[in-house]
């Protein structure tokens, strides 16, 4: 039996949801990773910067695109070294100027992803997949990269049917 990981970056707190900012007791991202989980089973692993983004979101998104500009590499509060003993890595994160925060570059960097299947999971409020997928290929070296979905992030909580169909049907 295939054995799976669930990379993820997500945002609690101040989010921007449907046209509006929002307080969010769990980020979207986290909540489609753990429907990922519940749907295929896989240890879950949290990308969490070692000094934390803004609590406003509009300072945030600006933190976000300097590091994109600058292809910046946050430090991360914990690092996952190996990955040798699973099959598919489900990476998953919000889509901040067009594709994973940054913070999410810092780990897949590190890890040795021959013979692997990658799936990518954004969660959006318009933006859909972006250039993610094309960044996780060029990043995830020896990878085989499955098709990625992309969430709508204010729909997140009622998209489980959508996001567990997907993950089964991808690792099969």
Not at 60 to 75: G, S
Not at 103 to 123: C, H, I, N, W, Y
């Amino acid at each position: 039996m295939a054995k799976n990981l669930i990379i993820y970056y997500s945002r609690k707190g101040e989010n921007y949801v449907n046209g509006s900012l929002k307080m969010l007791e769990k980020g979207n991202t986290e909540t489609a990773a753990e429907f990922i989980q519940k749907a295929v089973g896989g240890d879950m692993f949290e990308v969490e910067t070692l000094t934390p983004y803004s609590e406003s979101y509009n300072t945030c998104i600006e933190q976000a695109k300097r590091e994109l500009n600058e292809n910046a590499r946050p430090a991360l509060k914990e690092y996952l070294s190996d990955i040798s003993q699973y099959d598919n890595i489900f990476v998953c994160g919000p889509c901040w100027w067009g594709t994973f925060p940054m913070a999410v570059f810092s780990q897949l960097e590190r890890l040795d992803f021959a013979g692997k299947k990658v799936l990518p999971l954004m969660t959006h409020e318009g933006s859909g997949m972006g250039v993610s997928e094309h960044d996780i290929k060029n990043i995830c070296k020896g990878a085989r990269l499955g098709k990625g979905i992309a969430v709508h992030g204010a729909d997140a909580a009622r998209s489980e049917k959508i996001i567990a169909d997907w993950a089964k049907n991808e690792i099969k």
